[in-house]
């Protein structure tokens, strides 16, 4: 196994070897899991006296950065000269060629060369996935027995849609933590080449879809999203490498059966169900109601207690979001895979942004027990118990797109929850999920972590603000402390600071001294 670390990284690689070189590179100084090229630097150092292979050579910086051990060979490939700095010309260890490896000429030309080494760096235009996979399956009819390492895994949509994904779990490593801000990962064909991976086998994660359009509330903004919308923006939800439980209803079930990769099939469990005929479960016992009798009653709530609504969110659209926890406490009860944490993840997660899905692994890695969930908006506790007022005005506090918990803590929240859903709709309240969030939270402190951030941050900040620093400060920061909720309004700007101090994220400098004043304050009261 290659086992090293950012520290590991930064004490091998030193630029001054590269002293004239580096003159107009500024991107050779920027920060580990910014730029890779210290990360290419170190992969050098592991070998001596080797051949390695850089395609893609575009203006030369890759090749130069594999350079950095003398005693190896560079060979970059390119069908256009590109390099516009000459002196990384001047490097005698780095060889150029105008080869294309994509065509069966080029690869039978340098088969040979490319089976001496024992590392690859690929990074091709235009980053649409196509050659990069077509290539992964040439190195397996030649049974390479290296790795390669690949560059901007998670930026284009097409790289993940048609390359990462298709990669078997096994046979991938996500080293963006370590490389480049657009995605860094390695892949291997040899099965005694490793690199440091999350166990995550004791997650189960659950998510739905269910095509709303064929409601009879579907409105003009539903409909605007159809099926093909969201399955779409699905490819990334469905290609999670984890235990994931799918509802669906008849109509999607195969195609959404036909995105799943088949080598998860043993990872996948489909719930296939009737959108109209759900119905929530109480103390073991399915109630009465169906989701269709629901929906007369919300329809009928909001014309008594109108408020401030937005178009998307129809009665039915409320109702699938409310359905997420009985989903959850269902799949906690069977508990197909044996898990001891689950999570609810949005369908089309990626839609929210791409960091999303890409620090997921991260987050999931944390195994927080108490329910957790992104605070967006902190709603004073004093609103939420003015009932007519709190629903007016529709505010949310907390995201309901992706959350997690061990078994207790998850089914206890989603059934408290569900419970807070029956009591307001009695009431003639209730316009989305996310609003009963903060009731339940001022009842039931205890069980939740909080992590802080928007709703395209929703996984991103999970373990440290790594996006978006101003929304947490002027959204959550600053309205706790107006409310004097100062536990709160502390943690949150620890959170904040810490993260903008060890430079995963930058921050407005007024925000960020507004945060500091309150973290102050807070600490002294």
Not at 6 to 14: C, F
Not at 98 to 122: C, S, V
Not at 363 to 375: D, V
């Amino acid at each position: 196994m290659y086992n090293f670390n950012k520290e590991d990284i930064e004490r091998t690689v030193d630029w001054t070897k590269f002293a004239g070189i580096l003159d107009g590179c500024s991107e050779f100084h920027g920060l580990i899991g910014r730029e890779h090229y210290k990360l290419l630097a170190y992969f050098s150092t592991l070998f001596n006296n080797a051949t390695i292979i850089d395609i893609g050579t575009h203006r030369g910086s890759s090749a130069l950065a594999l350079s950095y051990n003398p005693t190896n060979t560079v060979h970059t490939f390119d069908i256009m000269d590109k390099v516009v700095n000459h002196k990384i010309k001047t490097r005698e260890n780095i060889q150029y060629h105008m080869d294309n490896l994509f065509e069966p000429e080029g690869q039978a030309k340098w088969t040979e060369t490319i089976l001496r080494a024992p590392f690859l760096f690929l990074d091709v235009d235009p980053h649409n996935g196509h050659m990069e996979i077509a290539f992964y399956k040439f190195l397996k009819e030649i049974n390479y027995q290296g790795f390669v390492i690949c560059d901007d895994i998670w930026y284009f949509k097409e790289m993940r849609d048609n390359f990462w994904y298709n990669i078997p779990y096994e046979q991938r490593y996500d080293l963006t933590d370590m490389g480049h801000w657009s995605g860094t990962g390695v892949l291997t064909l040899n099965p005694a080449i490793t690199f440091p991976k999350r166990d995550n086998s004791d997650w189960t994660l659950v998510t739905a879809y269910f095509n709303l359009t064929k409601c009879p509330d579907a409105s003009e903004e539903i409909n605007k999203r159809d099926k093909s919308y969201y399955l779409q923006h699905a490819i990334s939800t469905l290609s999670l490498p984890y235990n994931l439980v799918i509802y669906c209803d008849t109509d999607s079930y195969e195609e959404i059966q036909k995105m799943r990769p088949a080598y998860l099939a043993d990872k996948t469990k489909y719930i296939i169900r009737e959108f109209d005929e759900l119905r929530f479960v109480k103390n073991g016992k399915t109630l009465p109601e169906t989701f269709a009798d629901y929906r007369k009653q919300i329809q009928e709530n909001r014309r008594t207690h109108p408020y401030n609504f937005d178009n998307r969110n129809t009665a039915s659209y409320y109702l699938f979001c409310m359905s997420r926890y009985g989903m959850l406490k269902e799949t906690i009860e069977s508990n197909p895979f044996g898990s001891s944490h689950f999570s609810w993840i949005n369908f089309c997660i990626e839609r929210m942004g791409y960091k999303n899905v890409q620090w997921l692994d991260e987050a999931l890695g944390q195994r927080r027990e108490r329910f957790s969930t992104c605070y967006i908006d902190y709603i004073p506790e004093s609103l939420v118990k003015n009932t007519a007022e709190y629903f007016r005005w529709g505010r949310c506090g907390m995201c309901s797109g992706f959350f997690t918990g061990s078994k207790y803590y998850m089914y206890t929240v989603c059934d408290l929850i569900e419970n807070k859903f029956l009591e307001y709709l009695k009431q003639g309240y209730g316009h989305a999920d996310e609003q009963l969030y903060s009731p339940v939270y001022f009842e039931n402190k205890q069980l939740f972590t909080h992590y802080y951030g928007d709703y395209q941050q929703m996984i991103t900040n999970y373990t440290h603000v790594r996006e978006a620093a101003e929304p947490p400060i002027y959204n959550f920061v600053r309205n706790s402390h107006t409310h004097g909720d100062l536990a709160k309004c502390k943690e949150a700007a620890t959170i904040v600071i810490q993260s903008v101090d060890s430079g995963r994220v930058g921050c407005d400098p007024t925000l960020l001294a507004e945060a500091r004043r309150h973290l102050e304050e807070c600490s002294h009261s």
